[in-house]
């Protein structure tokens, strides 16, 4: 059974930065997908940043050049270090890990508030 573990999230002044960090427990194949999305109120939701354990990388357009995510395949860990943070980030975010195509697993969230 794989968890995820969250933590990072909370509030910021517009222009500032914060860094989330998820963990993986459990069993995991080593060649997986692991990210973030985040969902706003009345927005759908939207994949921000995606990261292979082979390192190739995916961004949201939204968030390109202010966030960057990266990864310790060695301790399953993924990180998303957001900078020049914008109202608009508001939302909450929620890492994942797939693989083998069509396994996924889901951490609980963490709120992240970007105010003005």
């Known amino acids: 059974q794989v968890q995820l573990a969250e933590s990072g999230g909370g509030l910021v002044q517009a222009g500032g930065s914060l860094r989330l960090s998820c963990t993986a427990s459990?069993?995991?194949?080593?060649?997986?997908?692991m990210g973030w999305y985040r969902q706003a109120p009345g927005t759908q939701r939207e994949l921000v940043a995606s990261?292979?354990?082979?390192?190739?990388?995916n961004y949201a357009d939204s968030v390109k050049g202010r966030f960057t995510i990266s990864r310790d395949n060695a301790k399953k860990t993924v990180y998303l270090q957001m900078t020049s943070l914008k109202p608009e980030d508001t939302a909450v975010y929620y890492c994942?890990?797939?693989?083998?195509?069509?396994?996924?697993?889901w951490g609980p969230g963490t709120q992240v508030t970007v105010s003005s």
């Open positions: 459990g069993n995991i194949f080593s060649t997986n997908t």
């Open positions: 994942y890990v797939s693989y083998l195509g069509a396994h996924t697993t």
């Open positions: 990261m292979m354990s082979g390192g190739n990388t």
